[in-house]
């Protein structure tokens, strides 16, 4: 009976530090593998070990027959906050290099609490005998701005950032088992695949400008000076790189128009605490510095009587007399503007929704192309 105890040992590898700890009534993430599984993916590995001519030939042979909307997943260009930007290879092209690999082990999960939604995956490379564990967590509450601020997200975006969280988690996790010299070339195949041949750069920037442009609604010109660049005509094979990058970064779920194109921030003369008419909160009123127009400059002792010099400088300082204007025609005042809420709408009948091929809601328009949506009237 000992005996049988001691073959089903467990193994319990740790994937989460304290700060990243499951509830008690979240799924459980710590993996399990039993002694007798260990010592079955340990035995396959050493009888039929990883061939290195056979990954790079499967890996160049897999980038050939990809189409050009399937290469346009293998790379990134997200912003990763500060006005910065990160390029790298895409979960997609991590998937696409384990199955080629080979011998790597990955036990994954996700939860959510109110604020957060966690993704974590370990990875083994059981041939190397090295593992792994990484760990990822996005909020699933609204920004500050807008009607629902500090709120959680429905379920149906909980679930969508949970499952993003999981496979940034799976990602990194086998990037860093596999040597990134070994597939950084296939990565820089499907670019290559997708940038065409040097005349067709006008055609493609057309292409991909227009695709971005489209996601969400948002002016041409915003996408060309985020790139870089101040016309269409400047942007070169390298800011067509970072907009292939933006496509599949939007398609594999990396990023969102929201994170690209937050709203404008409100001129400096209309922020609070700035000097300028249009800053200054109601009720406080403005230093004076000079005299009001068309008042007198009181003489430096009142007990003296004005002189005949002083008057005629008031005189001469002094403004016309205004002509009366015209009373004007009063109208109601337009309704504000809403501020942009970058959050999607989950809404499907919502005319402002946009659907992918597959009828899988995207985002939602910038508010100022909004006439009426659902959402908001609640």
């Known amino acids: 009976m000992n005996a049988m105890a001691d073959e089903r040992t467990v193994i319990e590898p740790e994937v989460v530090e304290p700060e990243l ?7 459980q993430v710590r993996t399990q593998w039993t002694k007798e599984e260990v010592n079955a993916l340990v035995a396959t590995a050493h009888q039929f070990p990883r061939d290195m001519a056979r990954f790079h030939k499967n890996m160049e042979q897999t980038i050939r027959e990809m189409d050009e909307k399937e290469a346009e997943k293998i790379n990134y260009h997200a912003p990763v906050g500060g006005g910065e930007f990160a390029d790298g290879e895409s979960i997609r092209c991590a998937e696409l290099v384990r199955s080629n690999y080979g011998h790597i082990m990955i036990k994954e999960d996700s939860w959510s609490d109110d604020k957060f939604a966690y993704g974590v995956c370990f990875a083994w490379d059981y041939q190397a005998n090295n593992a792994t564990s990484k760990k990822k967590a996005y909020p699933i509450t609204y920004s500050a701005k807008g009607n629902r601020a500090g709120g959680r997200y429905p379920d149906h975006l909980v679930a969508k950032t949970m499952m993003k969280a999981q496979a940034v988690a799976r990602r990194d996790a086998i990037f860093e088992l596999v040597p990134k010299v070994v597939y950084k070339k296939y990565a820089r195949m499907a670019m290559e ?115 005949s010099e002083t008057k005629a400088a008031v005189e001469e300082t002094a403004p016309p007399p205004a002509k009366p204007k015209k009373a004007k025609l009063e109208f109601a005042p337009k309704k504000a503007k809403r501020a942009f809420d970058p959050i999607w709408c989950g809404d499907a009948a919502c005319g402002n929704v946009f659907t992918d091929e597959n009828g899988e809601l995207k985002i939602h328009v910038p508010c100022e192309k909004i006439t009426e949506c659902k959402k908001e009237q609640v």
């Open 193 to 307: 695949k997708v940038i065409g041949r040097p005349e067709e750069l006008p055609h493609k920037v057309n292409k991909y400008l227009s695709m971005l442009s489209n996601i969400g609604q948002i002016d041409r010109q915003r996408i060309i000076e985020m790139l870089g660049f101040a016309t269409e005509k400047d942007i070169d094979s390298e800011g067509l790189k970072k907009l292939i990058g933006i496509i599949g970064a939007i398609s594999q779920g990396e990023t969102n128009m929201a994170e690209l194109f937050p709203p404008p921030a409100p001129p400096v003369n209309q922020q609070p605490g700035v000097d300028g008419a249009a800053s200054r909160m109601p009720g406080v009123p403005a230093p004076e510095t000079t005299p009001p127009l068309g008042e007198t400059i009181p003489p430096a002792d009142e007990t003296k009587a004005p002189t």
């Open 21 to 27: 700890a499951v509830p008690e009534t979240a799924v």
